[in-house]
């Protein structure tokens, strides 16, 4: 049986079964659906072998090829299965930790985000360093054996039910800018970690505030040396920008479906305008799923993660706006539905992940080449 058929089998068979109210819940700004049930369904799919497809075996991995991880994605997609709660710790740190952790390190945290027992959150941004990430006032001094944090991070997606935290912080006094930086791993649930949620246009909270007030981290927990943190951090950016996405960009097309739907039923199909921007909007699709694909045959994607984020977010975005368009002017009014969160939600794609402006900086300055 071809990993497809399996994949097709297992979804089919847990999603008419234990998990069949677990269909379709979550997505852009319906973060908040059913987190309990989506919990255990990672669990269930970490216990059959359905997470981090990509991680070598002797972490729970299958060290599967790029087509069988797509094949995978897609009949998600089409099975409606619901969000993934456990895409930071499968996409963002577990490839990091892959890279730059040391064995023991990979055993202790590797096999639970696979099993979809611990959940991760990322620990970047602050009140003054978003777009200028460098600008870092976190820190975090050695104490007894353990490393003791304190400052405050902002816009911590999934803070609210998170285990551990990935925090950029300063651990050399007096450092500057990318310098003095280290790159902790900090367990959430512990004393010295307040999390405040932020609500957000869809009047769910996805993000939070985190304060931290002496929280303690032991002295192994850190990923690569003290002071070079910034490294870390970008490999992890990498991530976030290029293969991390594949799931998501699969998943858009669902959401298009539902959009084309939608303008089948208003009517909406019939204006040539909205019609053309249908089109428009499969054809990009369908350019960014092969853009994708070949940005992920290369091992490390520098600047060309910058290409992807630029243009899915982008993309994202002009699906939220056509989603509204198309229900016309019932998709001003009454209780917030699944098309209007997305168009709600969509608007942060060009923000998280380092804003538009600064993907085409990145692209300009590395790819192109142009003077600083
Ligand atoms: C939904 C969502 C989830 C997020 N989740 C997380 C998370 O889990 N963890 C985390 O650490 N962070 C997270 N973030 C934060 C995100 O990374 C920052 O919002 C982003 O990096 C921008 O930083 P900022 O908000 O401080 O805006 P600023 O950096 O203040 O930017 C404000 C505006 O100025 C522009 N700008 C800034 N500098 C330049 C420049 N040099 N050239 C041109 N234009 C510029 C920006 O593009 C933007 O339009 C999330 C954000 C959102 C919206």
């Avoid at 799931?247 to 305008?273: W, Y």
Wanted: hydrophobic share 35%; net charge neutral; with cysteine.
């Amino acid at each position: 049986m071809s990993l497809r058929e399996e994949a097709r089998a297992f979804l089919e068979e847990s999603l008419s079964g234990p998990f069949a109210h677990a269909r379709g819940l979550g997505g852009p700004g319906r973060e908040h659906e059913g987190q309990e049930l989506r919990q255990a369904w990672e669990r269930h799919l970490g216990k059959h072998g359905w997470t981090c497809l990509a991680w070598p075996e002797r972490y729970g991995g299958r060290a599967a090829s790029l087509e069988d991880q797509v094949a995978f994605h897609e009949e998600y997609a089409r099975a409606d299965a619901p969000a993934r709660v456990g895409h930071i710790g499968e996409g963002l740190i577990g490839p990091t930790i892959l890279e730059f952790g040391t064995e023991e390190q990979k055993e202790r945290f590797l096999p639970p985000i696979q099993r979809g027992d611990e959940l991760w959150c990322q620990g970047y941004s602050e009140p003054d360093a978003g777009s200028d990430l460098a600008n870092i006032r976190t820190r975090a001094r050695l104490e007894g054996g353990e490393w003791v944090v304190t400052g405050q991070k902002v816009w911590t997606s999934l803070a609210h039910v998170a285990d551990w935290c990935f925090v950029l912080c300063r651990t050399e006094e007096g450092s500057q800018r990318h310098r003095g930086l280290s790159y902790l791993l900090v367990p959430m649930k512990r004393p010295g970690v307040e999390v405040r949620p932020i609500v957000q246009l869809t009047g769910t909270s996805e993000f939070n505030e985190v304060f931290f007030d002496g929280a303690r981290t032991a002295a192994g927990n850190m990923l690569g040396a003290p002071g070079d943190g910034w490294r870390v951090a970008m490999a992890t950016l990498g991530h976030e920008r290029g293969a991390s996405t594949l799931g998501q960009q699969i998943g858009f097309r669902r959401e298009l479906r539902r959009v084309i739907e939608t303008a089948k039923r208003t009517g909406a199909a019939g204006d040539p305008v909205l019609r053309d921007r249908l089109v428009r909007s499969w054809l990009e699709l369908e350019i960014m799923r092969l853009n994708a694909l070949r940005m992920l045959r290369s091992d490390r994607p520098g600047p060309e993660a910058s290409i992807a984020k630029l243009y899915w977010s982008e993309w994202h975005r002009r699906l939220g706006e056509l989603a509204q368009a198309v229900q016309g002017r019932a998709g001003l009014v009454g209780e917030l539905d699944a098309l209007q969160r997305l168009y709600l939600f969509s608007r942060a794609d060009t923000i998280y992940a380092g804003s538009s402006e600064i993907q085409r900086t990145i692209i300009a300055e590395r790819t192109l080449k142009l003077p600083r």
